[in-house]
């Protein structure tokens, strides 16, 4: 696919985003979404295959305060996942020129990207989300507090440093506070996913650290349309650490999808 990079001016700031465009696909790209520690560059190697795979462009970006876009001093609201989707996207999606897409998000991101088709209906042609939370679990809170505890640690505060430069104090504090707090604690994708229509493909670790599998039977239970569960042997980052099988499930699912969902 064809690299190409952009800062595009979003209420806040600007967005470092980056596209991989498949030449000649007349099909709606993927819009992918970050986790809470994450970036454009932690993606890695996964959004060229995602193109390949799914003869479609994929785009990714930086959310505010982190990778190479715009810092933020404030520290997110309760309600920044809705607010990712009505806000910033709306305006990334009118820079791009694009009508029709897949929201696709990771972790944090996932919950954004089932918020966004749950807002942005008819602009979605299918929504994937991959390890996301649907509300707030005690294992959710369990791994933010074990990996607080391994932040504490220099050598592990450098790897964020690595991603994010001097805005990594911020990215931590944005990720552990907001979902720590009591202000947190009775979140829930309950709302955005009876709004959903379109077709979900709910992608998630057996292992995963930070949720367990009631978080993508809820998803996949939740929604209006058609949904598919994707259960892999892995933890949080699937996309990571089962690529092969991820890009396997992703492909069949858009193909249907694009078709109208066929039964």
Sequence with gaps: PDLSELIIDVPGGGVFTRRWSVPGSKRSPLLLLHDSLGSVEQWRDFPAALAVATSRSVIAYDRLGFGKSSPRVERPSPGFIEEEA??????LLEALSIERFVPFGHSVGGGMALTIAARHGARCEAVIS?????FVEPRT???IREAQRQFADPAQQARLV???????PWVLDAW?????????TDWTLDHELERITCPVLAIHGEHDEY???AFPR?????????????LLACGHVPHREKMQEVLGLVGPFLERSA???PG
């Design 141 to 143: 809170r369990s791994g």
């Design 162 to 168: 690595r991603w994010h430069g001097d805005k990594a």
């Design 218 to 230: 809820r998803i996949a239970g939740g929604v209006k349309g058609p949904s598919q569960l994707g």
């Design 130 to 134: 991959e390890a996301a939370q649907a």
């Design 211 to 213: 949720g367990s599998l």
């Design 86 to 91: 009505v806000v910033v996207v709306p305006a």
């Design 259 to 261: 078709q109208g969902w």
């Design 176 to 184: 552990t506070q907001v979902w720590l707090s009591p202000a947190f």
